[in-house]
């Protein structure tokens, strides 16, 4: 069973450039986060997406966008990249369970550096 | 989501337990404790998670105190390959919008032979 795959692994853009990174949920999964993490930090949440839609986002600028395919996967875009933007891009899955309690299951994310 | 706060980092001896310690005063009584662990070059893995009794699996024990506002992750035996940032966090259930989980800046546990 194959978990939470991300593509790619590593990226180099420069400033002003768009990106596009996917994430293949782990198998039976429905849910998909973003997560942004900066050397020496935490994870910071980016957005959720549920049944194709946008359901909850933590604070970022609308540079971020993402979309969820019918199949689960997920993109996030990224607009007019900033030096700032250089981080370690973390895609969760999960199960919206009846119980209501969701473990995500997190890929080996996407490194991006923006020159 | 309630506040949580961990030490910065502790070390632990190679075949006994590691205790890491989460401070989370603010905690609302429809707030679960997740645990999470993040080995380097590597995404968060979930260790474990409970509301007010104690839990325990096969990767750890979770003991929150009655009042709820502290919690103890425990790795009974540690090994090398559990030298990782550790992060508490502190969530209500997911409903219909889900949960979105916060996480702070964690413990980095330093396992030594």
């Known amino acids: 069973d194959a978990g939470v795959t991300q593509s790619p692994t590593h990226l180099i853009k420069t400033r002003g450039q768009q990106v596009t990174l996917r994430c293949s949920p782990k198998?039976?999964?429905?849910?998909v986060s973003w997560y942004q993490q900066a050397l020496g930090q935490g994870p910071q949440f980016i957005f959720q997406y549920y049944e194709e839609e946008e359901r909850q986002r933590g604070n970022f600028p609308d540079r971020f966008s993402g979309h969820q395919f019918p199949n689960y996967s997920s993109e996030l875009n990224v607009n007019a990249l900033l030096l700032g933007d250089s981080a370690l891009y973390l895609c969760a899955s999960s199960l919206q369970g009846r119980s209501g309690i969701e473990k995500l299951f997190f890929g080996s994310g996407t490194q991006l550096s923006v020159l | 989501d309630a506040k949580t706060t961990q030490p910065t980092s502790m070390d632990c001896a190679e075949g006994r337990a590691a205790n890491l310690p989460c401070n989370h005063s603010?905690?609302?009584?429809?707030?679960?404790v997740y645990w999470y662990r993040q080995i380097h070059s590597q995404g968060p893995q979930y260790i474990i998670h409970?509301?007010?009794n104690n839990e325990t699996n096969e990767m750890a024990s979770l003991i929150i105190t009655e009042d709820r506002k502290s919690s103890t992750l425990i790795l009974p035996h540690a090994t090398l390959r559990d030298t990782a940032v550790y992060y508490c966090?502190?969530?209500?259930?997911?409903?219909?919008?889900?949960?979105?989980?916060?996480f702070g800046k964690g413990t980095t546990l330093s396992v030594s032979s």
């Open positions: 409970g509301l007010k």
């Open positions: 603010t905690i609302s009584g429809n707030e679960y």
């Open positions: 966090i502190a969530t209500r259930q997911a409903n219909q919008a889900g949960t979105a989980l916060i």
């Open positions: 198998s039976g999964h429905d849910t």
